[in-house]
């Protein structure tokens, strides 16, 4: 697993451009070594402000978008379209603007698919085995798997002392968060943990206190962010009301 290291930028602003920028030559690198490249996606105000930068920049152009394969760290359990879906955001603000491939787009089941959260669960489990390379794995190489972190430490829909935490599945169903709504779907820390880079991305100053504990070194029960690692790579992406409780070996980064 990689050591994380720190990038700040002065402002939410700022921040989304700048992690667009990334997330445009990742995507670029990723095809030009393997002819195609995968995302994971987050939710939250400021992953909606870096999809909106993504599909504002001339150089997403650059990116066969058609070999792009897009899947969700997690979601909440409403109907199809609902506006507070991570997927209903995540196309509102680049998918519906790029032509990515329909079939490329791997959304969690909605709530009125006719699948309980468990069986919707297990069937995302299986989609990401059927696009795992045959015999080596239960997951596909995810490129890139963006986070946001929630101001108690959260990743994804993995809560601090939630008993999702302990789940070894790479999908679980998640009832009673203590965010609403209650039921989520989430990928669980062992399968966040495959991807090659993991970014945690974090804007405003009610998120440096669970930033700052996260890269101190808290038990990942306590602080989940804590708990992530990609396996090249660990990027936390802030802006500097955020990084205010960075502990003093990264502020060399600031």
């Known amino acids: ?9 002065a402002d939410a602003d700022l921040l989304a451009q700048a992690v667009a920028a990334r997330l445009v030559v990742k995507l670029l690198d990723a095809q030009a070594e393997r002819g195609q490249a995968a995302v994971v996606l987050t939710g939250g105000r400021i992953a909606a402000a870096v999809y909106r930068a993504v599909a504002a920049l001339p150089a997403k152009d ?5 070999r792009v394969d897009i899947w969700w760290g997690d979601e909440r359990f409403l109907p199809a379209g609902d506006p507070e879906r991570n997927e209903t955001q995540a196309r509102a603000a680049l998918l519906d603007a ?10 969690m089941p909605p709530s009125d698919a006719g699948a309980d959260p468990e069986e919707a669960a297990a069937q ?6 059927r696009a795992a390379r045959p015999g080596t794995a239960v997951l596909p190489h995810f490129d890139v798997l963006m986070l946001g972190v929630g101001e108690d430490g959260h990743v994804a829909s993995v809560f601090p002392e939630h008993p999702v935490h302990y789940e070894s599945r790479p999908v679980s169903a998640v009832r009673g968060s203590p965010k609403p709504p209650p039921v989520r779907i989430t990928l669980t820390l062992p399968a966040i943990n ?4 993991v970014w945690l991305i974090a804007s405003g100053a009610d998120k440096a206190h669970a930033v700052g504990m996260a890269l101190a070194g808290a038990g990942p029960v306590q602080i989940p962010a804590a708990g992530v690692q990609g396996t090249s790579r660990t990027l936390w992406l802030l802006d500097r009301a955020a990084a205010a409780d960075v502990p003093a070996r990264f502020r060399s980064l600031r």
């Open 1 to 9: 697993m990689s050591e994380a290291s720190v990038a700040v930028h």
């Open 124 to 129: 995302y489990a299986a989609e990401l085995a």
């Open 194 to 197: 495959t991807a090659e880079e």
């Open 62 to 66: 650059a990116v066969d978008w058609s």
């Open 98 to 107: 790029v032509p990515v491939a329909p079939e490329r787009i791997h959304a």
